[in-house]
């Protein structure tokens, strides 16, 4: 029984393991830029950029600390992105960037603040180098309160995933 | 004086204190806008983020050298795809390193410039690197070498940059500290200033609670002191209470007494004498009065009455009682009345009387020839009197001194004239109690000018002010008087004057026999001294008040000398009718008895009219009655047909004033303000009629020329007697009707004069007459004149009670019992038979008084 059962177990990760690699090596298949797992529809949802550029986008001009000039983000909002990945009865949204730094964003903040997933800036695509690709903006300039450290620091750039809690 | 250059000294103090504080906060806010840019959270952002910049990319500098490092070691084809990645994100931090404003403050420092080459130098071997799609190993273990030897750089700016943030920080604390300390200061100086000024508003208040204190202390004294002044003023009030008591009891002996003496036939010599002392007795009580005057004044009791007064008929009277005084020194006395001044007006007319004889009896003393002008205007609701003489005039000094008491205007003029002073002083204060001034003005040698203001209101004149006037003015019929006095020679006066007056009187000498006299006897009044032995007035008023009957109804009225209101107030408490002040002149007692037996308290006295006509009418000579009555129904003013008229129409008002008036005119003949008649002598019968009998007769002969009856009204709706012509009928009548009866009843008089003869009738008719009958008994042609005014006091009597009954509000159906009643008295008057006495409707008139 044991070395039947221990076959077939070599088989099949055999299998999943050719999978993973077709899936990895395909050049025509669509590279994920965002995942989303919690409390989502089927985590975890993993969103490229086409999907988040299919959403509606909205674009706006503003000051950051981390530049000298203003300039201008595009992006979908942050609750639609939350929307197309199913996300229900959010409180709290864990945002993680590429170098592993963590924060954590209240759900109101989507559903009030018009907090877009920047991927392009001055209509140009982010890259990793200028903090891309996609990078969580909120619209300082449209209100005091929001420049603030608070804000600031829920400012996420070289944003990688989302973990819905 | 000390404390005072403390407190400037302190004041100064903290007004230096309060320029400090001023300047502090000053500096403070030129600081906080200074640091304006500090305090934007932005800026403070930066700073904090500059630590998370430099170990964020310190960190990321570690884990690209790591990813590095793998894909160095090994001998396959070498796999950049995670050292990449690690590389881009490095490559974030360093532009982010680069281009953050946050770090500017760290660009300077050695350590940065010196990383900032290196990565420099590393980013482009990395750069080349990565570029390559094959890139040998060799190359990748060279950019690890590179990585390596930089990375002790890359710790110095992490360690340099820890070290200038804390410097940062510290700086930051720094001027927070000094900030801190500057507020500190500030507030220690509010702290003293506010101490300062709790010290300042302590010392005030114990300053302020020592002058109140002495304030105090002050009040005190001074209230003490005026306790001390009124009790001082009180015991002299009471003191000239006491003297004018002590003083006017003998006066009144005195006066009294010089009147009887100048009853007693004096020779010429004595009559000068008798007058001389009955003028200084007169002047006594002047000054007495001014002086109780001035007293009651300065204590504030006298008390002006509001009545309606005739302003003008005021002035009249005045001009006319003081024009013998100016007549006397050869002054004309002219008095001129605007037309702007009202008749009637509210004030106290005693009052207003008294300031004006003040003023032109001194403007006549002070004037040896000229005229004296009392001149009466109106203007702003004010009434101003002015007397102006061509006098001697004052000058300057005079004038100042003129109304201060005790002060003649001129010492050797007071020596001159003789007069308390006191006059002008108390004119003055009743002019300011009538709400005006009393001024002088005046030139030496020219006259002077004296301006009396009074503030009096115009008011009505009172509905029925003849009628009233006419029944105060009534002679008081003939009454039976109570006399309490333990004074003999008060009592011995009052019976003389009582006598003259034509009452009976009881004297008796004290309370309790008063009491007992007027429970026991039939008395119409009550006369009582207040200070009598055993029971005083007042004490056997309240015992005559607790009696059964009647009697405890008795008008009393009590003599005094004391004109204290404390006085009068225990009077009126004890249930006296009114106050009388002694020395008692007899028109002052006429009037009271008049009052107090007419006065609408007055007990009602059924029947004692028609009993005294009764008894006069036995008693009395017809011939008595000739002249004043034949003078009282001849009057052409058509009173009594007015009253006629009045009856017949029905109508009580008119018949009460009808009434009043006629009343008045009868009151008017009684008091003997007609000529004489004599009726038997020879004299006047050589002389032809006289002049009553003149007047009725032109009143005959004027009467002729109207009809005997007169034809009626044109107008049918107009009250037939209301018709002058009816009127002028009635009045026809009457007048021939006593023309006619005139003559027969001369001749009845003189019958029955002769029948009774002079004696008889002398005794008779004693007590009602009095003592003027007793002294000239003997004279026929006086009592006649006695006895006529005595019936014509019945007659306004009469009138009066009419006028009562129809005032009262008697209907129309009683016009006919008025007239019934008038015409009773037409018939005691003018009998059909042309007597007078013992006729039947005497009888039926009293019977009619009964009902």
Redesign the interface.
């Known amino acids: 029984m044991a070395p039947q059962f221990t076959r077939r177990l070599l088989a099949g990760a055999t299998v999943a393991l050719a999978c993973c690699a077709a899936l990895a090596q395909g050049a025509s298949a669509p590279r994920p830029v965002l995942e989303i797992s919690g409390k989502v529809a089927a985590p975890p949802v993993q969103l490229d950029m086409a999907a988040l550029q299919r959403l509606p986008q909205q674009s706006f001009k503003t000051n950051t600390?981390?530049?000298?000039e203003p300039h201008t983000y595009s992006g979908p909002l942050l609750r639609d992105v939350l929307a197309l990945a199913g996300a229900k009865g959010a409180v709290t949204i864990k945002a993680v960037a590429?170098?592993d730094?963590q924060i954590s964003i209240p759900a109101e903040d989507a559903a009030k603040l018009d907090v877009i997933v920047a991927h392009q800036i001055d209509g140009k695509a982010i890259?990793?180098?200028?903090?891309g690709p996609l990078f969580v903006i909120y619209p300082f300039d449209s209100a005091p309160e929001l420049?603030?450290?608070r804000y600031?620091e829920r400012s996420i750039?070289?944003l990688k995933s989302i973990r819905i809690e | 004086m000390k404390g005072l250059a403390g407190r400037t000294r302190l004041l100064v103090f903290l007004a230096m204190l309060s320029m400090l504080a001023v300047l502090g906060a000053a500096v403070m806010s030129v600081v906080k806008v200074r640091e304006g840019p500090f305090a934007d959270?932005?800026q403070v952002?930066?700073r904090?983020?500059v630590s998370g910049l430099v170990f964020?990319f310190e960190?990321?500098y570690s884990?690209f050298r790591g990813e590095l490092a793998a894909a160095a070691r090994g001998n396959g084809p070498v796999d950049l795809r995670d050292a990449q990645?690690r590389y881009?994100?490095l490559?974030?931090r360093i532009?982010?390193l680069e281009?953050?404003?946050?770090l500017d403050p760290l660009r300077n420092i050695s350590e940065y410039l010196t990383l900032v080459a290196r990565l420099r130098e590393l980013t482009t071997t990395a750069d080349a690197l990565f570029a390559q799609p094959a890139p040998q190993r060799a190359k990748v273990r060279a950019l690890l070498a590179l990585t390596d030897e930089s990375t002790s750089d890359v710790q110095s700016f992490t360690r340099a940059a820890t070290v200038a943030t804390a410097y940062l920080v510290e700086q930051q604390f720094g001027a927070l500290r000094q900030q801190a300390s500057v507020i500190g200061a500030l507030a220690a100086l509010q702290l003293l200033l506010a101490a300062a000024a709790g010290y300042l508003v302590w010392t005030q208040r114990r300053q302020e609670a020592a002058a109140r204190e002495q304030l105090e202390t002050l009040a005190d004294e001074l209230r003490t002191a005026t306790h001390a002044a009124d009790a001082a003023n009180r015991t002299k009030s009471q003191f000239l209470a006491n003297m004018s008591h002590e003083l006017r009891t003998p006066f009144q002996g005195v006066t009294g007494m010089l009147q009887l003496l100048e009853q007693t036939q004096p020779t010429a010599a004595q009559q000068d004498l008798i007058r001389t002392a009955r003028e200084s007795a007169d002047h006594l009580l002047t000054l007495l009065n001014d002086v109780l005057d001035v007293s009651a004044i300065e204590a504030g009791r006298v008390v002006l009455e509001e009545q309606p007064l005739n302003l003008h008929r005021l002035c009249r009277d005045v001009r006319q009682l003081m024009r013998g005084q100016a007549f006397a020194r050869g002054l004309r006395l002219e008095l001129a009345v605007s037309s702007s001044v009202p008749k009637w007006v509210t004030g106290d007319a005693t009052r207003i009387k008294q300031v004006l004889f003040n003023l032109l009896s001194n403007a006549i003393k002070f004037t040896p020839s000229g005229v004296i002008t009392l001149t009466v205007q109106k203007a702003h609701g004010v009434v101003t009197f002015q007397v102006t003489d061509t006098g001697i005039g004052m000058d300057e000094a005079t004038l100042a001194r003129l109304f201060r008491r005790f002060e003649m205007g001129d010492e050797t003029l007071s020596r001159r004239f003789g007069d308390a002073g006191l006059g002008l002083e108390i004119s003055r204060s009743l002019a300011r109690m009538m709400g005006g001034n009393l001024v002088a003005q005046s030139t030496l040698g020219k006259g002077s000018i004296f301006t009396f203001t009074a503030n009096l209101l115009r008011c009505q004149a009172p509905v029925e002010a003849g009628a009233a006037n006419a029944l105060a003015a009534l002679p008081e019929h003939a009454l039976d008087v109570l006399v309490a006095d333990d004074h003999p020679i008060n009592r011995k006066y009052l019976a003389l004057v009582l006598a003259s007056m034509g009452h009976r009187y009881v004297l008796c000498e004290d309370g309790l026999q008063a009491v007992e006299h007027a429970r026991t006897g039939q008395f119409d009044v009550v006369l009582m001294d207040i200070h009598m032995p055993g029971l005083d007035g007042l004490q056997a008023t309240e015992a005559i008040r607790a009696l059964d009957g009647p009697a405890a109804r008795l008008p009393i009225l009590v003599l005094t000398a004391d004109v204290m209101p404390a006085t009068r107030e225990r009077a009126t408490a004890a249930g006296v009718t009114a106050c009388l002040h002694k020395p008692v002149q007899g028109p002052q007692l006429a009037e009271a008895l008049n009052a107090a037996v007419n006065g609408p308290d007055a007990p009602p006295r059924p029947g004692a009219l028609s009993s005294r006509f009764n008894a006069l009418s036995k008693e009395l000579p017809a011939q008595a009655l000739a002249g004043p009555v034949d003078m009282f129904f001849g009057d052409e003013s058509r009173t009594l047909a007015d009253l006629h008229a009045a009856l017949d129409a029905g109508e009580p008002r008119r018949i009460a004033l009808a009434a009043h008036k006629l009343q008045g005119s009868a009151a008017c003949w009684a008091s003997g303000a007609w000529p004489s008649w004599r009726p038997t002598s020879k004299k006047a019968k050589a002389r032809g009629p006289t002049r009553p009998a003149r007047r009725i007769r032109r009143a005959g002969c004027w009467t002729t020329r109207w009809p005997k009856r007169a034809p009626p009204c044109r107008r049918p709706d107009q009250a037939p007697k209301r018709c002058p012509r009816e009127q002028a009928c009635a009045a026809n009548k009457l007048l021939d009707g006593a023309r006619h009866r005139l003559v027969h009843r001369r001749h009845a008089l003189q019958r029955v004069a002769r029948q009774r003869g002079v004696v008889h009738v002398q005794r008779h008719v004693h007590p009602l007459a009095g003592a003027g009958a007793q002294t000239h008994g003997d004279r026929a042609e006086d009592l006649q004149r006695l006895h006529g005014r005595v019936f014509l006091r019945v007659v306004a009597t009469g009138l009066a009670q009419v006028g009562k009954l129809a005032g009262h509000g008697q209907r129309a159906a009683q016009a006919d019992h008025l007239r019934q009643r008038m015409g009773l008295h037409h018939a005691q008057l003018f009998g059909r038979h042309g007597h007078l006495h013992r006729g039947g409707g005497i009888g039926a008139g009293a019977a009619l008084e009964h009902r």
């Open positions: 600390p981390w530049t000298r590429l170098n730094y890259p990793v180098r200028e903090r420049r603030s450290t600031y750039w070289q | 959270p932005r952002n930066w904090d983020s964020g960190r990321e884990r990645m881009e994100i490559a974030s532009q982010l281009s953050t404003g946050s």
